[in-house]
Structures are given as C-alpha cells and as structure tokens.
C-alpha cells in the first residue's frame, strides 16, 4: 500500500528541497543515499526521476510545489531520531520511562518505534516494546528493549514429496473425510502431499501428530459441525492445527436452499450459498495457543508458494515456543515480585503486631498498677476494720489479708519489676490478619 505523499520524515523533505533547488553540487558527496530517497519521492508523485549514472537528473513535480508551499506540520521520523531513542533505552539498562501524552505526542512516539526497526543501533534479536504505567490514559510510559522473535528463530528448509507411497495416518484420514477437506478433487493430491510434508518435518522435530478425531478440540463434537484441523501437531506449548484449503475464486452463481438441500456434494460445499469456483490455489492455516485470532495464513502467491513457506510455518512454531518461555519467565518473575510483596507485607504486619502488643502489655502494666494501688487501700482500710473483731475472727481476717497482699505485689509491675518486659508469643496468620486483611497480594 502505497504511503500518502503528505507523510515524509525529515530525510525526504531535505532532498525533496534540494530538488526544488534545482540539484545544486556538493551538497550530497557520499554515496548514493539521497538518488534512493528521490526515487522513493518519486514513487510518490512529488518529483520526476529520470536518467542513470551520469545522466541522471530529478526534477520537482506540480504535486512537489504544493507540498513545499504548505508543508504538514507532522514530520515522520527519520533514522536519527530513532537511533537516539534506542540509544537512551541502551543506556538505561535496557528500559526508560518516558512521557508521551494521548495524541500527537503518544503517535510520534510510536512512529519512532516503528523506525527503530530498521534502525543500526537495534541489537539483533531485540525490538522496542511501549507500555503504559499507572493510569490507562496518563502519558507515563516505559520502553522497554524485548526479544524480537521474529529474528530469533531459524529457517529451515521443508522437503515437500513429490510422491507418497504411504501417507501418514493423520494424512489418511484427511483424504478420507471428503465432507470436510475444503479442497476440490483435482488439488486433493497436492494438499495430501503438503500436509505429509508437515508431519514428516513435526515428528523429525519430535513432535507429535494426531489425525482430527484425536485432538482433543474434537472430542465429543457433534458430526454435524466441522472438524478442527486436517493434522495436528502436539508441542510443549500447545496443541496446533493444521488446515489445508482451496482459496475460492469470484463469481460463483448463488444456490438456494433447496438447491444445497438436494446436494450430493461434500458438505463444506453444500454448506455455502454460492457455487465455489476452484482456482487450485492453497492456503494452509496454522491455529492455536499462540496464533493470531482466526489463525495464522500461509498462501499461494506469484512469487511463493505454500509448499515455499512451510518453513514459515514452522519457524512460527518455533516463534510459539519462545513467545510460551517468555510469558512463563514472565510469570514467574511476577510470582517472584508478588512473594516479596507479600513476604514484605508480612514483614510489616509483624512490626506492627508487635508493637500493637508491647503497647497492649503497657496499658495492662497501668491497669495493673492502678489496680495494685486502690487494692492497697482497701487493705489498710480493711485491717483497721477488723479491730471491730473478735481476737480469734480478727487473726483470721489478718492472716487472710495479709495473704491478699503478698498476690496484690506479685501483680504489681512495680513491686514485680518482673513483670515489665512483655513476652510476646509467635504471630499467626490469624494475629496478623487485620494487617493484611486490606492488601490483596
């Protein structure tokens, strides 16, 4: 798709000035750079290229005026801006938090990301990642250097039969289910032949291939609704399906329902409301845990065919397996963060359990002292109470009160100094709990 004329980044405006200049020497001395922009403007109907070597000249077009008499103010980014920012993230360690506020702003910044793909500076394997911090609309951002797994798996060549003396069992069964095969009868063969090539190069890759009654996205499924997948590829990370189908050409007539009712054809095709119009072109769909939402398309194109991008199809495998490593490192390292979290939480309830009770045992130590004190009193108003007694009942009554004094000191924190530092028994989780009742870690 060809990009609007009016989005140029900086690097483009300067030559699309210098042709307006009229090309003047000693301006562009080193190498070739600025007749490859130029071509690209002229791509674009901003200036006119023509000539080779020598000959070659470029001038500007009516399109090019009006575009320098009322320049967009939004400049694209060009490659130095964003080898700056992916120079600040390296030398931050790999991540820097940035602002960039919903608008202008934010989409600036994504286009410097963008940029940064085919930016020198970019280590190989890595790419450039946005997230917002804090509040969803707020202009705290952080960018982050990550795997760019696109560049971290291999491709490898898929040797694809050009005859099969035995098919594989899950590929059998394929030719078998005519009702669902989505391939008409003059390409079944060469859709046989390229899903025995998938499950030749799955299990040499140790993984395992299941014909579609033993995926487990079939079990138990109603025989009127269609099966998953024509093969199916059992990794580490997950279950994938693999489908082959014929892409339908235009123009087919429309059936009506009783047209599809009487049928006698397969019934991916009874099931459409037009006639399908065979064009011997295939696709393979990859489906699963980590493949886009209606599965990832592998298709016949003039220049590749689907036989040419099945080592695609496994380097997505491949892909899959590092974006399921990254995302189990990733939890672990969020279950890491959240166990400091709480052990650090627990840390805390236990400081202040703590000092909730030492603070409890010093009201008690005042309670008790108090207590001590007005007992105290009633005492020494009770002995002289009981001279009111008879010698035998005030022995009695003396004996007895003595006895009460002996237990008031022992209660007393400042007669039983003893009694001053607490002991303090071991938290529960219970004891801890109106601490962290509020922390949901």
């Known amino acids: 798709m060809v990009r609007s004329p009016e989005q140029l980044n900086q690097s483009q405006v300067d030559v699309l000035k210098w042709v307006a200049d009229g090309c003047p020497d000693g301006v562009y001395t080193d190498g070739w750079q600025h007749r490859i922009v130029a071509r690209a403007l002229h791509n674009r109907g901003l200036v006119s290229v023509a000539g080779k070597g020598a000959s070659w000249r470029a001038t ?27 120079e600040q993230v390296i030398e931050a360690g790999g991540e820097l938090k940035v602002s960039a506020a919903q608008g202008p702003e934010l989409r600036r910044l994504l286009q410097v990301i963008r940029m940064s793909l085919h930016s ?32 971290l798996v291999e491709v490898r060549p898929v040797r694809v039969p050009e005859r099969v003396a035995k098919y594989h069992p899950a590929v059998k069964h394929f030719l078998e289910i005519r009702d669902w095969q989505y391939v008409t009868k003059e390409h079944l063969s060469r859709a046989a032949r390229i899903l025995q090539a998938v499950a030749d190069e799955a299990e040499r890759r140790s993984f395992q291939v299941l014909e579609t009654s033993e995926a487990k996205a079939n079990q138990d499924r109603p025989t009127y609704k269609p099966v998953q997948g024509h093969i199916w590829i059992v990794t580490d990370h997950g279950d994938y399906s693999v489908t082959m189908k014929e892409i339908a050409g235009s123009g087919g ?22 006639e399908f119009v065979s064009t011997g072109r295939l696709e393979l769909v990859l489906d699963g845990r980590f493949a886009p939402y209606s599965g990832q398309h592998f298709r016949d194109a003039k220049t590749k065919t689907v036989e040419g991008r099945l080592p695609e199809v496994f380097a997505a495998l491949d892909k899959y397996q590092l974006e399921s490593d990254r995302r189990e490192e990733a939890q672990r390292r969020a279950e890491a963060e959240r166990q400091r979290a709480r052990d650090e939480a627990t840390a805390r309830a236990k400081v202040e359990y703590v000092r909730k009770a030492k603070w409890d045992h010093f009201n008690a130590l005042v309670k008790s002292q108090a207590m001590a004190t007005r007992q105290r009193r009633f005492l020494d108003a009770a002995v002289e109470t009981t001279a009111k007694l008879s010698e035998d009942e005030r022995d009695a009554a003396l004996r007895y009160l003595d006895e009460m004094r002996h237990r008031v000191d022992e209660a007393d924190p400042l007669q039983n100094p003893r009694l001053i530092v607490p002991s303090i028994d071991e938290p529960t989780a219970e004891h801890l709990a109106p601490w962290l009742k509020w922390n949901r870690l």
């Open 60 to 86: 500007l077009t009516k399109a090019g005026r009006v575009w320098l008499d009322a320049p967009p103010t939004d400049i694209l980014p060009g490659a130095a801006e964003a080898d700056r920012l992916l």
């Open 253 to 274: 007539r429309s059936i009506d329902y009783q047209e599809r009712y009487r049928s006698k054809g397969p019934t991916w095709q009874t099931r459409r409301s037009t």
């Open 120 to 151: 020198t500076k970019r280590p190989n394997g890595k790419m450039l990642e946005i997230r917002s911090v804090g509040y969803r609309y707020g202009p705290e951002r952080t960018l982050e250097l990550v795997d760019n797994l696109d560049e």
